[in-house]
C-alpha cells in the first residue's frame, strides 16, 4: 500500500506547535546466562591517558561539528586546555591509585590475610563520577487527542518518516527525531492513531478535529508506538466529530468515511487520559514528583508537571553518554514489564515488548556496580549503543546490564569503545525488558528548560 506523507495534505497554519530499580535489573542476572556480544570495534583504555593532538581522541559532541564540549557546554575561551590537564592529572591519579591497591592486596595475599583481601576486593575502591545537571527539566508540547469521546493529551518525539517528523515538528514547535528504525516494528507493537483529511474544524494535526486513538495507559493493547491512518469524509458538509475508533469504524461501515493505513509509525506516549466509556479504566495521568535533585537519582516518577491549560508537560531529563561519548540527554515514558514500570513511575506498556528482537529497539548499557554516579542503579551513567542521526536510533530500549567482576578496579566508561575495551572484565546481561526513552540534544534540552 502506498505510503501516505502529512506533507501530501495542507497543514493549518494556526496550529503550527528512568534504589529499587536497581533491583529489578540485576534479577535478571540470577536467571539468565547469555552474555551480551559487542560489535568488533578498536579498544581503547581509560585509564591511558588521551592523546589532544588526535583527531580521533577528542571530547567532542556531533551535534555541534568539531566544535569542543565542556561537560555540558560549549568551551569557553582557554577552558578546554584547562580540562585536558585536569583529565590527565585524574587519569594519572586513579592508576597510581589502582596500582598502589593491586600491591596491597598483592601483599597481604602472601601474607595470608585472604579474609581481608576479599574485602578489600568487594569494597568499591573507584571514584564518584559527578556530572553536572545530571538531571534538568524539559518541558515538552501537549497534543490533544480523543479516546472514547474524552480528551487524552500525549506527546510526539520520533516519527519512521522525515518528512512527517518535519510537519509534527512545525505542528508542535518542538523538534520530533526522524527515527527510521520504528518503522520496522513488528506488527503486535502497534496501537492505532486515526488523522482526519477533513471534517469538522479543530485542533488536528492538518486542522480539523482532534486525532483519535485506539487505546489508552491500563489497557493491554496500548502502546506508545502508533500507525497512522487517514480518515477522510466523502460528504465533509456532513461530518461530525467522531470521538473514538469504534465511531470511525462505524461511520466506514456505513460508507460516510474512507480510512487510508501508512507504513508511518511514531512515537506519542500517552501523559493525561480521560479514562473509558466503560468505567473500566478511570481517569489519570502520569506518575508526578514533587522536586528534581541534581544527584542524578531517578526517583519512582518522571514528570514534574502537567499543564493542560498551557499544553505542556515537564519531564525530568537524565544526562549519559552517546557511543562516541557526547552528552546526551533522555527522559522515560513506559516500560514494557510492570515492576521496571512501577519503580520508575512510568507507564506499562507490555505491546512493547515485541520491539526486543528486533532491529526497532536498540541497546542502552547500565551499571550495577563500579563507579558510582548518576546512572539509574547509583553507579555511573549509561552509555547508549546509538544516538539521535544514526541510522539505527530507536527510542525503543533494550536495557543492558554491565557489572564489573571486581569493582574494586572499575574505571569510568563512556563510550562503545570503552565498554569494548573492558568487556573481559566485565559481564553483560539483557535485563529483558524494553523501556521507551526517547532522546534529546543538547540544544533542545537547554532551550526548553522550565
Known sequence: MEQV?????????????????????????????????????????????????SPNDQHLTALYGNTVVCGDHLCGPGEFSKLQQELNDAQTKKT????????????????????????MQSQDLGSVLKLSNANLPLVIPLVKGLYDGKDVYYITTEASDSN????????????????????????????????????????????????????????????????????????????????????????????????????VVVNCPIVQWGGDKEGTIPAGHMKIRDAITESGDYGNAQVLNIDTQKMQVTFVTHRGFGPDGSTIYYIA????????????????????????????????????????????????????????GDPYYSPMWRIQVVTWKDPSIATVLEN???????????????????????????YTVYAHMK
Open 164 to 263: 512527517v517528523a518535519n510537519d509534527l515538528g512545525k505542528f508542535t514547535n518542538f523538534p520530533v527525531t526522524f527515527a527510521p528504525a520504528i518503522g520496522k516494528a513488528p506488527a503486535s507493537a502497534l496501537a492505532q492513531i486515526y488523522v482526519f483529511k477533513n471534517g469538522v474544524t479543530g485542533t488536528g494535526v492538518l486542522g480539523f478535529q482532534p486525532n483519535v486513538v485506539d487505546s489508552i495507559p491500563g489497557e493491554s493493547k496500548y502502546s506508545p508506538l502508533w500507525k497512522i491512518n487517514f480518515v477522510e469524509w466523502k460528504d465533509p458538509t456532513s461530518a461530525t466529530v467522531l470521538g473514538s475508533d469504534d465511531d470511525i469504524i462505524s461511520a466506514f461501515s456505513q460508507g460516510k468515511v474512507t480510512i487510508t493505513p501508512t507504513n
Open 96 to 119: 597510581n591509585t589502582t596500582m598502589h591497591q593491586n600491591s596491597m592486596i598483592s601483599n597481604m595475599t602472601q601474607q595470608g590475610t585472604m579474609s581481608e583481601t576479599m574485602s
Open 333 to 388: 515514558t513506559d516500560a514494557s514489564q510492570k515492576g521496571p514500570a512501577d519503580a520508575l513511575g512510568v507507564v506499562l506498556a507490555n505491546k512493547t515488548q515485541a520491539t526486543i528482537t528486533g532491529s526497532s529497539s536498540a541497546d542502552l548499557y547500565q551499571f550495577s556496580n563500579g563507579i558510582k554516579g548518576s546512572g539509574p542503579l547509583g553507579f555511573q551513567s549509561g552509555v547508549a549503543g546509538v544516538k539521535q
Open 416 to 442: 562503545s569503545h570503552d565498554l569494548t575495551s573492558k568487556s573481559d572484565l566485565t559481564t553483560t546481561m539483557p535485563a529483558g525488558f524494553i523501556v521507551n526513552c526517547p532522546f534529546f540534544g543538547i
Open 5 to 53: 506523507l502529512f506533507t501530501n495534505f495542507r497543514i493549518n497554519p494556526a496550529m503550527t506547535k528512568i534504589r529499587s530499580l536497581g533491583v529489578l535489573l540485576i534479577l535478571p542476572l540470577l536467571s539468565i546466562s547469555i552474555v551480551s556480544a559487542y560489535v568488533e570495534i578498536p579498544s581503547a583504555n581509560a585509564l591511558t591517558k588521551r592523546d589532544y593532538t
